[in-house]
């Protein structure tokens, strides 16, 4: 089995964790890390980020592991102009334009883009669609947390003036029961959580911060939004983990017969779960090129046996 020549963009905590997960894989070698920064803690080669296109002919797939604020909306499409793309975009109101925009930069130099993995958008994306597709009358919801949105902590880290920044989603212990028990009617995300941040600013920035935050469009504009501005050392003690999680639940019958699908993800470190969501994608990439696709794809569009490095024989053999 030929090794699927790997290449990270960016090294934050996603950056970091899709490295370790890449050396865990039977069929991929990491053959660099492209950043802004021409230093890095690692063993791995570093390279600047603005010399990608050199190291076309030595890349298979290319992992983005950049902010879906701004850096992927601007950035992505012109990586995938040079090899196989794979990002955790997470915007989800967005999504059509970017698969659309990644579409057309990957046909053009005939590679693939898989948009918008990780767990959500990506592992709910697939229970959302399997469960409602199965359950008539589908009365479905979805519920994140508790634990730390990577998406909506960098987007409150690029607010002017926030030193250190994160953002917990906590879903209604109320709202998930009426779920499990098909009640929860049309209720929507934004009444189902809510979403708390814990900010490190100067205190004359504090209520500019706060406003900034809380009428960020497609982020926090509708949801119920706390804003905790604390001192840095407390910071640094109580808000360095990254848990996170969630729930999919969809309830329906069969003509009395009540039937619920509960998806349920407890994760102890956030951006490790969703890089392992991204390598697998990766491969699953790779694949498709190789056999003569080009484009974006989403996790709906994807076999699921195309992320498995098990060959397919096996796991018809062992699954089905």
């Known amino acids: 089995m030929s090794n699927i020549r790997a290449a990270i963009v960016g090294y934050g905590n996603l950056g970091k964790s899709v490295e370790k997960i890449i050396a865990m894989q039977p069929d991929m070698e990491l053959m660099g890390i492209f950043s802004r920064r021409a230093e890095l803690d690692t063993d791995s080669p570093v390279f600047p980020i603005d010399k990608i296109a050199d190291y076309a002919d030595q890349l298979d797939v290319l992992f983005l592991c950049l902010g879906s604020a701004t850096d992927i909306p601007q950035l992505a499409p012109q990586y995938a102009k040079t090899a196989n793309t794979v990002d955790t975009y997470d915007n989800h ?4 334009r970017h698969r659309q ?5 990957a046909k053009a130099a005939g590679n693939v883009a898989l948009v918008a993995t990780g767990w959500d958008p990506g592992m709910f994306s697939l229970n959302r669609t399997l469960a ?12 994140w947390g508790p634990g ?6 960098d987007a409150v880290r690029r607010v002017a003036g926030v030193k250190k920044g994160v953002q917990y989603t906590l879903p209604s212990q109320a709202a998930l029961d009426l779920a499990r028990q098909g009640k929860a009617g049309d209720m929507n995300n934004k009444q189902a959580h809510i979403r708390q941040c814990w ?6 920035d504090h209520q500019r911060i706060e406003h900034d935050i809380r009428t960020m469009p497609d982020y926090f504009v509708g949801y119920e939004t706390e804003v905790h501005f604390i001192d840095e050392a407390t910071f640094d003690r109580e808000h360095s983990g990254m848990p ?8 329906g019958d069969t003509g009395g017969f009540s039937h619920s699908i509960e998806y349920i993800l407890k994760l102890d470190r956030n951006p490790d779960f969703t890089a392992a969501v991204q390598v697998a994608y990766g491969r699953a990439a790779h694949r498709l090129q190789t056999a003569g696709q080009t484009g974006a ?10 992320i498995s490095p098990t060959p397919l024989d ?3 053999a062992r699954d089905v």
């Open 93 to 96: 109101r967005d999504i059509p």
């Open 101 to 105: 925009v990644m579409d057309e930069a």
């Open 132 to 143: 409602e597709a199965i359950l008539p009358n589908a009365k479905q919801h979805s519920f």
């Open 148 to 153: 730390l949105s990577q998406g909506h902590s």
């Open 199 to 204: 900010i490190v600013a100067d205190q004359v």
């Open 244 to 251: 996170h999680g969630g729930h999919v639940v969809t309830t």
């Open 297 to 306: 794809f989403t996790v709906l569009e994807v076999a699921p046996y195309l």
């Open 314 to 316: 096996e796991l018809i």
